[in-house]
């Protein structure tokens, strides 16, 4: 669908919408219609020029929008919303159903409403016996968290430590990447950005206090570039120096932070120990293993080996 045919359906939408809606906040509607307030507003001054043929008074619609309120004063008509065709009903019944398969990403209680709305709406032919399982306790307070802006500790089990840890985290988002639910999230004890895999989340308890992650944070956009080959691979954690940091141009790695005097601390996913040891290997002193401390006692091992060979040479 074209901006333009976009908008169209918006605006057809807005009048019954805002009916329904008496009283409704612009930052509230924008938020609910998805769009911004400058746009919101362009939209009602749109919606001014419309109406019945004439165009004198009592002809165009008339909104109440000058505070900070907006009110429907004549609705020259368009009192009910635009209906579904089978198609479409059908396209955001299959993509609900999907969304409800993936922990975290919907409140599954609104989904299964929205369902049965739009079932009822478009007939019983398109209805489908599809049960999900219901949202776990860890799941929902992450969502509850996000959503309302507040601080979460989680119990957190780490595939590449093969160990359970306690985290106190900021959250972000919600992400999606492959067919897995992941909580973007400030870390305190890292300070910095981390993903979380909704399903290695052990336990989460929404803290009273708010959610403060730095706003660059917030801002940029949410990096899982290190998930598109397999999010089940383990991540390395990097040291990596000033003189090497071409390398990001080059690898898959992630920024976790930058520190004084220009070194980065870095992540990399890697498919086995021995691989990713030949490969910090190759940047001698300028590349360091932090974690995992199995990974970082490999590498040292052989880099051991490799100065006892070469002295015995």
Known sequence: MTQVSERLVRLLNMVPYFQAHP????EEA?????????????????????????????????????????EVIFSAGMDRALRLTSPEATGILVALRA???????????AARSAIAKIESAAGSTLAVDDPTPAESASAAAVRAATRTGKALSLEYHSASHDAVSTRIVDPIRVVLVGDNSYLEAWCRAAEGVRLFRFDRIVSAQVLDEPSNPPEPAVAAEPDTSLFDADPALPSATLLIDRSASWMFDYYPLRVVRELPGGAFEAAMTYAS???????????????????????AARVRESAAAALHAYEDG
């Open 273 to 295: 120990d021995a691989w990713m040891s030949r490969f910090v290997l190759g940047f001698g002193s300028a590349v360091r293993v932090l974690e995992p401390a199995a990974l």
């Open 99 to 109: 969304l409800l398969d993936v922990p975290g990403m919907v409140d599954p209680e």
């Open 23 to 26: 009283q409704i906040s612009h």
């Open 30 to 70: 924008a938020a609910e219609l998805g769009v911004t307030r400058k746009q919101l507003l362009a939209d009602l001054n749109q919606l001014w020029m419309c109406g019945l043929p004439g165009g004198g008074p009592g002809d165009l619609i008339d909104l109440d929008f000058d505070g900070d309120n907006i």
